[in-house]
């Protein structure tokens, strides 16, 4: 008998692998597939906001990410930056409509990043003082 792992989410596979080792068919394990990892699955996000999902994370290297960490900062920083240019030139509405923010919610968010990327420098330069 040969089932191979790609196969296993058959229900076909998975009964003929409990005929195999005589364990009843009613008690089939349920489908799953092995050795894979999801980072960030767009079907998790309201439908409505999944063209947003694709723009922010479609050139995302999660391998590099894991290499070198400052680039997710990097890449993230850089997609609010771009992404709040986008609110204000009109392109948002072309991405992903549900994703379009009034002025003041723009402004909200633009003074938050502001806030945390304050905050985040003072830490850093804690770190580093304490490398010194």
């Keep these: 008998m ?20 005589d364990l009843e068919v009613q008690n089939v394990p349920p ?39 400052e680039h997710n900062a990097d890449y993230f920083m850089n997609a609010f930056i771009s992404y709040m240019g986008y609110q204000q030139t009109g392109l948002a509405e ?10 003041n919610q723009q402004k909200n968010k633009i003074v938050h990043f502001m806030q945390m990327t304050e905050k985040y420098n003072i830490l850093a330069r804690s770190l580093l003082k304490k490398l010194a």
Excluded at 94 to 103: E, F, G, H
């Design 94 to 103: 072309q991405i992903c409509p549900a994703s379009v923010l009034d002025k």
């Design 31 to 69: 489908a799953m597939k092995l050795n894979s990892f999801i980072f960030a699955q767009i079907d998790d996000y309201p439908e409505e906001l999944a063209a947003f999902a694709i723009w922010l994370y479609g050139r995302h290297d999660f391998k590099r990410g894991c290499r070198d960490i």
């Design 2 to 21: 040969i089932i191979h792992t790609e196969d296993l989410h058959s229900k076909t596979a998975r009964e003929e692998l409990c005929a195999f080792i």
